[in-house]
């Protein structure tokens, strides 16, 4: 597992298991990997994704077959809804919301709403 920026470079593995399996014939079997917050988070940036690359190989004949999977982490939205009429010339109230989907406390973050009319923009702490 490793993380890859939005160049698409991807970064050292930072995670690494190895299992051993004897299938008989026609039968599957599921490996289930949990990755913690706590675990990619100092991997990747704004941008970025993870990338799970897994491997396997059949002893009895050496093939190899592979697969990779690119999770792309999603930003959280802000969502606005106007609290009044939006009337020319008027103030027009605006709630922002947006909620912290990390589990720990987020700080030093600002908002900045800019558009045609607005003369000042100035940033809000949240």
């Known amino acids: 597992l490793c993380a890859v920026r939005y160049t698409g470079v991807a970064g050292a593995a930072f995670r690494q298991e190895q299992h051993r399996r004897t299938l008989p014939p026609g039968q599957e079997d599921t490996v289930t990997m949990t990755v913690a917050y706590s675990e990619y988070q100092p ?69 900045r709403m800019e558009g045609a009319g607005i003369a000042c923009p100035k940033p809000a702490a949240l």
């Not at 990338?51 to 093939?63: C, D, N, S």
């Open 43 to 111: 991997h990747v940036g704004d941008q970025d994704a993870l990338k799970l690359t897994v491997a396997g190989a059949v002893q009895e004949t050496g093939q190899v077959l592979a697969k990779e999977l690119l999770v792309r982490l999603h930003t959280p939205e802000l969502t606005l809804t106007l609290l009044g009429p939006a009337v020319v010339g008027q103030e027009v109230p605006v709630q922002v919301v947006f909620q912290n989907p990390l589990p720990k406390a987020l700080s030093g973050a600002s908002l």
